[in-house]
């Protein structure tokens, strides 16, 4: 799996050749430093790096110093410096020239010794990553504030800190021509469903391009549906998050370089969820999921309906608002769905412009823009008041579930278009053709609109709402073939034994 | 399967011309809300000024700006049968009437006395446009005048009378009569109905409508 670099074959006993080669194959880089130096018993060696990706502190202590001091009355060999002298946590013996540069190019420090054609290499990796703190996008008010960063090595040892097990398992493959990127499957053997497991390395096998530079490029590149409107792949940036999905019997995909993982399979309510809803009590956590898929309905079917009801329904309008949107309505230029669109569209081009600027200037331009400009156009008679309103309760309820951001856009677009064209009856026609369209997709072999399509009744109970967690006694069958993960804990039963 | 649906390939533009027929069909239907002209209530009577046969009042309620509490306006139009009147109707109004906000279907003696004012009233519970719901009352002036006329605080007159009749239906025990009713208990069974009575009382700047005590009874 993956590419590897053409170098020349074998280590040669000659420390000048090594050298030579080196040189040959950099292109004269500016970052890649080669050290000759001396061993405590004369004998030349020469160690060669990454400057910027070694921790030169360290290097110096653990790694120059015990070298430079090693005395013996022969000569040394690789194997006999790894075992006696070379105190660093980690030191492999290479034999192949192409094994020990893409390791020297992850970070390593490589170590040629004159007169072996073996050669070693040791991780003091140091390279500059910022620290854990708390991601952006997945903000709880209670629960676990550390996420993910760009280094696949700490995130991989934060999903270690959550599951202690030895069933715990981390498959690393190397992808990317040039970028030769990192990337780790991390599992439990023991739960996860190996079908999906073998799907997702025959996916990445096939993955062939000059480099990965973020998670969601793989995850175009792997998921089921090129095309699909919604994600079928899922995302985390915490830890958290990531480890209770492993254990439904998930597996999680990292890259090195992306601060998001990827969880698969992933299935629609997953988008409705929110990893406090397991940390609170279970009828606030209900409520919130009920909150969050009705704001999801507001989000898609709001303008459509309001279209449909002002163009067709008109009998569904209480008088009194029918007769304030008529008069409102009477001095805009513009017919009410026009409006909707025109307003929808510089909405769209504010909130994009919000994200591109600086923080304090983004901020400023989404302010300036809601309230005033919506303001003025309204004072202005551009749009009515009515449309405002209901562009403005359907972009609060878009951010409310943030893992369906773009798939919501395109259906809260096409439901205005029914709705305005068509009336209720295609805001009903929509809503067939999304339900079939729901039912048809896949993730890696699973249902993605399971448990509704098809049924799972015994999954109904983690689903719109959260059932207290000693009821949730098994895993999702549809994701994991090892189904019970709990004893059975209901309140009382222990008083019993 | 996938042969068969190679054949039908040369089918698949079909649903999207399907969809493209009904968009334009839907779009004979769809109206803006700047141009309709809200219809809160009718008013039918035998045509004072001779020719035509029906006198068609309607009151519509009327917003320029959000913030004013709206004004009526009051519309006549004569013609032989309902369809007749609608048109003529639509030629005096500059907006399309939208009737199933109207409330009220104030009657003058002719209409419920009469076999073409009672097939009158038939068509006019058929228009499928007409909620079945609204409240009759009976005037012996001229619906045109009670229209004019004021009712309490209310702004327009239709809303005013709707809940005094609906009102007075709670606390006297009298059936307030909705055009349903009088479809079923008179027109289908040939029974009889007790509508209410409106009348104009004449006070200083304006006529005052109120609500008589007695009914008119209709068979």
């Known amino acids: 799996m993956g590419s590897r670099i053409e170098l020349k074959k074998q280590i040669s006993r000659n420390l000048e050749e090594n050298i030579q080669a080196i040189y040959a194959s950099t292109a004269a880089s500016m970052d890649i430093v080669v050290r000759r130096f001396r061993l405590g018993n004369g004998q030349e060696a020469a160690a060669f790096f990454i400057d910027g990706l070694v921790s030169k502190d360290l290097m110096g202590r653990d790694f120059f110093e015990p070298l430079m001091h090693a005395k013996k009355e022969g000569i040394w060999t690789a194997e006999l410096l790894a075992a006696e002298v070379i105190h660093s946590g980690e030191v492999n013996v290479e034999t192949e020239f192409s094994t020990l540069f893409e390791n020297v190019l992850q970070g390593l420090i490589g170590l040629f010794i004159d007169g072996c054609s073996t050669a070693i290499t040791i991780e003091i990796i140091s390279w500059p990553q910022r620290s ?124 090195d370089g992306s601060p998001i993982a990827l969880t698969i399979p992933m299935l629609f309510v997953e988008g409705l969820q929110n990893s406090e809803d397991y940390y609170t009590r279970f009828y606030y956590a209900s409520w919130l999921r009920l909150v969050r898929f009705i704001a999801f309905v507001l989000n898609i079917y709001l303008p459509g309906f309001f279209l449909a009801a002002s163009g067709f329904h008109q009998q569904l309008i209480p008088f009194k608002l029918l007769l304030s949107m008529s008069a409102a309505e009477s001095v805009t230029p513009f017919s009410t769905g026009v409006s909707m669109l025109l307003i929808w569209i510089v909405y769209e081009i504010l909130r994009e412009a919000g994200v591109r600027l600086p923080r304090p200037a983004g901020q400023a331009i989404s302010i300036v823009g809601a309230i005033v400009m919506g303001d003025a156009a309204v004072n202005a008679n551009l749009i009515s008041a009515p449309v405002l309103i209901v562009l403005a309760v359907t972009i609060v309820a878009s951010f409310v579930n943030s893992a369906y951001t773009d798939a919501s856009s395109i259906l809260r677009l096409c439901f205005l278009l029914l709705g305005w064209l068509l009336g209720l009856f295609g805001l009903f026609l929509g809503t067939a053709i999304l339900r079939l369209y729901l039912c048809s997709l896949e993730s890696f072999g699973t249902p993605f609109f399971a448990p509704f399509g098809p049924m799972f009744p015994r999954q109904a109970g983690d689903t719109m709402v959260r059932m207290p967690l000693w009821l949730l006694r098994f895993r999702p069958s549809e994701l994991s073939r090892n189904h019970r993960r709990m004893a059975d804990m209901a309140p009382g039963k222990e008083d019993k034994r | 399967m996938n042969a068969y649906l190679q054949r039908l390939r040369p089918l698949a533009f079909l649903p999207a011309l399907l969809l493209l027929l009904t968009v334009v069909v839907a779009e004979q239907d769809r109206t803006e809300l700047s141009e309709m002209a809200l219809v809160i209530g009718l008013g039918l009577d035998a045509n ?23 004004e009526k306006q009051v519309f006549t139009a004569a013609g032989g049968s309902w369809e007749e009147l609608r048109e003529e109707l639509g030629k005096v109004l500059d907006k399309n009437a939208h009737w199933s906000s109207a409330s009220l279907l104030i009657l003058g003696g002719p209409v419920l006395e009469t076999a073409e004012g009672k097939e009158l009233l038939r068509s006019i519970f058929l228009d499928p446009k007409i909620n079945g719901e609204l409240l009759l009352a009976v005037s012996a002036e001229e619906p045109s005048q009670v229209f004019s006329a004021s009712f309490g605080e209310s702004n327009y007159l239709s809303a005013g009378l709707e809940q005094g009749l609906r009102l007075q239906a709670k606390t006297q025990e009298k059936q307030a009569v909705s055009l349903f009713d009088y479809m079923e208990q008179v027109l289908a069974l040939e029974g009889s109905l007790a509508v209410p009575i409106i009348h104009l009382e004449k006070q200083e700047d304006q006529a005052e409508a109120a609500i008589a005590k007695e009914s008119y009874l209709a068979f």
């Open chain 1, 132 to 255: 854990i703190g708390e991601p952006e996008t997945d903000v709880v008010i209670r629960g676990p504030r550390e996420g993910f960063i760009e280094s696949v090595r700490m995130n991989v040892a934060l999903l270690r800190r959550k599951i202690h097990h030895p069933d715990f398992t981390v498959e690393t493959v190397r992808l990317g021509r040039y970028s030769q990127t990192d990337v780790c499957l991390v599992y439990v053997s023991s739960i996860v469903n190996q079908g999906v497991l073998q799907k997702i390395k025959q996916r990445l096998e096939k993955i062939d391009m000059d480099g990965l530079m973020d998670s969601g490029i793989i995850e175009q590149l792997i998921q089921d549906t090129p095309f699909s409107l919604f994600p079928t792949i899922g995302v985390a940036e915490k830890p958290d998050i990531a480890a209770s999905r492993i254990l439904e019997g998930r597996v999680v995909l990292m890259l």
């Open chain 2, 48 to 70: 004072p000024k001779g020719g035509e046969p029906w006198e068609l009042t309607v009151e519509l309620a009327y917003k320029q700006q959000n913030d004013s509490p709206g």
